[in-house]
């Protein structure tokens, strides 16, 4: 679409904060206006659609405001029922990446060393320790360990389940997810431990371009949940 406006700002709002385009509320396709519940939070979207489009007339799409869009989905849908949200993100630790180790016993310590740890923190934090395997094999997780961390999950504020809405299903990992929300790690080595095989093999045979375009929108998606995991903070 073509932007219409000039200016985008953060204003108060009667429940809570909201974004003006040219002192207009924003509204989103199918929901009344964007209201937010922090103001740093507001003022981050605003800054989005400040940049969307470049000037008036210049073109944009939802792409161009990342924040928007993951925000409007947390607080129009997930926040009404966070249920689905909580049980499609949990299922992730039924096959956490951290659980499968290779079968090339060079990266399998490589893998040992850098994931224990963190398999070690879910054990300890939330009671859940985690089977781990050798292969792509299936191994079946315990009953109250899935438990634990479907309970570690549905814990979180809606605005940061959002952001492990993103974040676990680019990593493949719920651990790396939650080690994310609770300032375990950052993006930047969620994202580096998470491309462990995938590092393995470019040292062995060359850098795959889709593959390090894949692991780039990887990158973007965990940095955007980052973001909002700050923003939520308040």
Known sequence: MKRFWD??????AEDGFAVLLD??????????????????????????????GGAKGGEMSME??????????????MAADPAPSVDAIAAYGRTDLLCYHGTDARLAARQAQAWQPLLDWVALTFDAPLRVTTGVMPVPQPPEAERALH??????PVLKLAALGVAVPALGSLVLGLALAHGRLDAAEACRLAFLDETFQQELWGQDR????????IVKDVALAE????????
């Open 23 to 52: 002192g207009r509320p924003l509204r989103l396709p199918g929901s009344g206006p964007l209201r937010l519940p922090l103001p740093r939070l507001a003022e981050a979207v605003a800054a989005e659609w400040q940049a969307a």
């Open 151 to 156: 309970a570690a999950v549905a814990a979180l």
């Open 64 to 77: 161009d405001v990342p924040l928007t869009r993951v925000v409007a989905t947390a607080l129009d849908r």
């Open 227 to 234: 973001r909002l995991l700050d923003l939520a903070r308040g």
């Open 7 to 12: 200016q985008a700002a953060a204003a108060p």
């Open 210 to 217: 889709e593959a390090l375009e894949r692991q780039q929108g």
